[in-house]
């Protein structure tokens, strides 16, 4: 079905930053937290990108993507144990930025694969 990973990755980033603090997993490496806001949504931005391909605006993308970073982060306000940061916000937007950079590329060496 068309559009399932950019469903399934922005379900994975709503998950993921709305779970209470209390059922976080504690894992004692620095900036760890804002590796994982920059991969999420570099995925999501790769998937975006797939998803909408031929027609793709990179514009409109980085646009959205930033609303549903900063959404996500509001949304943590009524999370239990959780809070908004807008470092994470940084970091969610610099994947987003990545992604949508080389997001072309890796759908091209991804469809080329499959091929196989």
Excluded at 94 to 112: D, H, Q, Y
């Amino acid at each position: 079905m068309r559009y399932w990973p950019t469903i399934g990755t922005t379900l994975l980033i709503l998950v993921a930053v709305l779970l209470p603090g209390s059922k976080m997993p504690s894992i004692d490496v620095v900036g760890i937290d804002k590796i994982a806001h920059f991969t999420l949504f570099f995925i999501w931005s790769v998937a975006v990108r797939y998803d909408f391909t031929p027609n793709f605006k990179w514009f409109v993308g980085w646009i959205i993507g930033a609303i549903f970073s900063a959404s996500t982060e509001l949304f943590q306000i009524y999370a239990d144990g959780r809070s908004p940061d807008v470092f994470d916000v940084l970091f969610d937007t610099l994947g987003l930025t990545v992604g949508l950079m080389v997001g072309a590329k890796i759908i091209r060496i991804i469809m080329r694969l499959a091929k196989r």
